[in-house]
């Protein structure tokens, strides 16, 4: 345990950091899932809509340091191929 004060409130910053960081991963796997289902099951407008979403939610998280700039391209790029 850290005994430095700016120590001590840099691991409370870097655990707020880390559970903002997995809920917002977390959002954009779930509507990878709901894009890949619609597209499965023949739902093109709705898999357009989600696209959409999707590439504006990998933006934002690109914005907040959340994904690598090339990794949130990657994975735009592989959805858009379907």
Sequence with gaps: MA???????????????????KSVKTEI???I?????AINSGKVEEARELLKLT????KRAVSK?????????????????N
């Design 33 to 37: 899932k709901k894009f890949e289902s």
């Design 55 to 58: 590439d504006k939610k990998l």
């Design 29 to 31: 796997k779930n509507y």
């Design 3 to 21: 005994n430095i004060k700016s120590a001590i409130k840099r691991i409370d910053v870097a655990k707020r950091n880390a559970a903002r960081n």
């Design 65 to 81: 340091n959340v994904f690598h700039k090339n990794n949130a391209s990657r994975k735009i790029s592989k959805l858009a191929k």
